[in-house]
C-alpha cells in the first residue's frame, strides 16, 4: 500500500482546509485509514479515523466539530476537511492505514498563522 498525501498549506486561524490521500494498492484486508499529525517537539498523535467496514469515524477531542474525515470508495481516497483551524492545528499531517505498525503517506504541512 502507497499513500499520497496532499492539500496542506498556510491558511489563516479561522479557515479552512482540505487534505486528500490517495491510497494505491489493494485495501481489502486493511481496518482503517486515518490521519495523523505531529507539530515540533510533540509526539505524533491521531486525529481522526474511520473504519473501513463500517465507516464507522472517531476524532481526537480538540478537533471534534471542527474536522471532518470521509473515505471515496470508488477511487481509494481519503480526506480530512478541515474547519475553523487554530493555531494549534500546526503540524505536519499524515495519512494512515491500519494504524501506527501500518503503512504511512509522506505527510503534508499544515500552518495555521495570521
Known amino acids: 500500500v502507497q499513500l499520497q498525501a496532499s492539500g496542506g498549506g498556510l491558511v489563516q486561524p479561522g479557515g479552512s482546509l482540505r487534505l486528500s490521500c490517495a491510497a494505491s494498492g489493494s485495501l481489502f484486508s486493511m481496518n482503517t485509514m486515518g490521519w495523523y499529525r505531529q507539530a515540533p517537539g510533540n509526539e505524533r498523535e491521531l486525529v481522526a479515523r474511520?473504519?473501513?467496514?463500517?465507516?464507522?469515524?472517531g476524532y481526537r477531542e480538540s478537533v471534534k466539530g471542527r474536522f471532518t474525515i470521509s473515505r471515496d470508495n470508488a477511487n481509494n481516497t481519503l480526506y480530512l476537511e478541515m474547519k475553523n483551524l487554530k493555531p494549534e492545528d500546526t503540524a505536519v499531517y499524515y495519512c494512515?492505514?491500519?494504524?501506527?505498525?501500518?503503512?504511512w503517506g509522506q505527510g503534508t504541512l499544515v500552518t495555521v498563522s495570521s
Open positions: 494512515n492505514v491500519d494504524g501506527l505498525t501500518g503503512y
Open positions: 474511520i473504519y473501513l467496514q463500517t465507516g464507522t469515524t
